[in-house]
Structures are given as structure tokens and as C-alpha cells.
């Protein structure tokens, strides 16, 4: 009595797990490589950094150097191609595809937008600029130029400004010459020197030849 009972359902389980793994077989897809090489709209130059992926599936990958690229895709998938400055582009994946390989040649298209004219105001409304205006607080140029040109800031720019090429000449001249003098030139005579003798004097009086 209880095998006639279980009967019944044990068929309907038998019955729905076939027609669940059935549904699965028929709902599994094949892997896809999916490669090519993707150019500019000339196709003279490979375009790198150009994003690959499948947006349902959030994979990806972006081109090379050489504008080459290669990833896994199911059948049936939508490959975005996207790059900033060039127009976006969908590749369909087959429903049905023999090979597991497929190779694409892209080219990608310059994407021109044009921008509206902007006018950037600092106010809301024209009054408040005008108001603003109005209430500036305007310096007299010439004010500003005489001061500029007075004498201790005239002064003041002199003691701080480099000596120019013609002044670092001289100074290397005079000091060659005055150089070549010392080597070359007569020895001056220190007992007639007024200068020396002043020093001389100084030391005297400071004790400076006292023996310790």
C-alpha cells in the first residue's frame, strides 16, 4: 500500500530532475576567446588603453602597446569597446559559433563634441556687478610708478641687484693684473709705507711686543 503511494511521486522527481538538467545542458554556453587588434580610423596607427568588457558580466581587459587584446567570452555576449576621444563600439558575440576563436580587426572613430558658449559671471545678477564696481576702490598708476622710482628704492634695488658681465670682467682684469704686479712687478718698500708704520705704532702702544 505504501509502495503504490510513493510511486506517483517518485516518478515526478525522477521526471522534474531530467527536465532540470536538461533546461541546464540546454542553458550552458561555450567559451569564446576572443582576440583582435584594435586601430585608429585610418588603420595606421594601433590604439592602446582602449577598454575591453562585458558590462551583464563586469569582465574585461584593455589593449596593449600595439592595440592587440585577448579574453574569454560566452556566446551571446555584448563586448563594449570604449576609449576617451573615440566612439564607443559593441561587438555581438554569435548565439552559435563552431570555432572556439574569434579574431576582429576594430577600427575606432575620433568622437567630436561640440560645447555650448559658457558665460562665467562671478555675480548672479548684473546689478551686483555693477555695485561691486562701483564700490572698487581704483589706485592711482602713477601713484604706484613713483614710488616705484624714488630715490631709496632706486637704493635699495642697486645694493641688491648682481654685478653685470662688463663689472665682472674689470674685477677679474684688475685682479690678474694686481696678481701679475705682485709676481712679476718691484717690491714695495714697507719702511716707507706711512700705513705700516701707523699699524706699527698701534701694536706698540697696545703691548703687543711685550715678551710674555
Same mark, same amino acid.
Not at 71 to 95: A, H, W, Y
Given at each position: 500500500m505504501k509502495k503504490s503511494i510513493l510511486l506517483p511521486y517518485l516518478i515526478l522527481f525522477i521526471g522534474f530532475f531530467f527536465s532540470t538538467q536538461l533546461a541546464q545542458a540546454q542553458d550552458e554556453k561555450k567559451v569564446i576567446q576572443l582576440s583582435g587588434i584594435i586601430l585608429n580610423a585610418d588603420s595606421t596607427d594601433a590604439v592602446a588603453g582602449v577598454n575591453v568588457y562585458v558590462p551583464q558580466k563586469g569582465r574585461g581587459t584593455s589593449s596593449g602597446r600595439f592595440?592587440?587584446?585577448?579574453?574569454?567570452?560566452?556566446?551571446?555576449?555584448?563586448?563594449?569597446?570604449?576609449?576617451?576621444?573615440? %566612439? %564607443?563600439?559593441?561587438? %555581438?558575440?554569435?548565439?552559435?559559433?563552431?570555432n572556439d576563436k574569434i579574431s576582429l580587426i576594430l577600427t575606432m572613430e575620433v568622437d567630436e563634441i561640440a560645447l555650448a558658449e559658457i558665460e562665467v559671471m562671478p555675480y548672479p545678477t548684473e546689478e551686483e556687478f555693477k555695485d561691486a564696481v562701483l564700490a572698487m576702490t581704483v589706485v592711482d598708476p602713477m601713484s604706484i610708478s613713483r614710488a616705484n622710482m624714488s630715490p631709496e628704492m632706486l637704493l635699495r634695488w642697486a645694493e641688491s641687484m648682481p654685478a653685470s658681465g662688463n663689472e665682472n670682467f674689470r674685477t677679474f682684469q684688475q685682479g690678474m693684473m694686481l696678481q701679475n704686479q705682485d709676481l712679476y712687478g718691484p717690491r714695495p718698500l714697507r719702511l716707507l709705507d706711512p700705513f705700516a708704520w701707523s699699524q706699527f705704532i698701534r701694536s706698540i702702544k697696545r703691548g703687543d711686543l711685550k715678551s710674555k
Open positions: 592595440g592587440y587584446f585577448s579574453m574569454p567570452v560566452l556566446e551571446g555576449d555584448s563586448v563594449v569597446f570604449s576609449f576617451i576621444g573615440l %566612439k %564607443k563600439q559593441t561587438f %555581438k558575440v554569435p548565439e552559435k559559433v563552431d
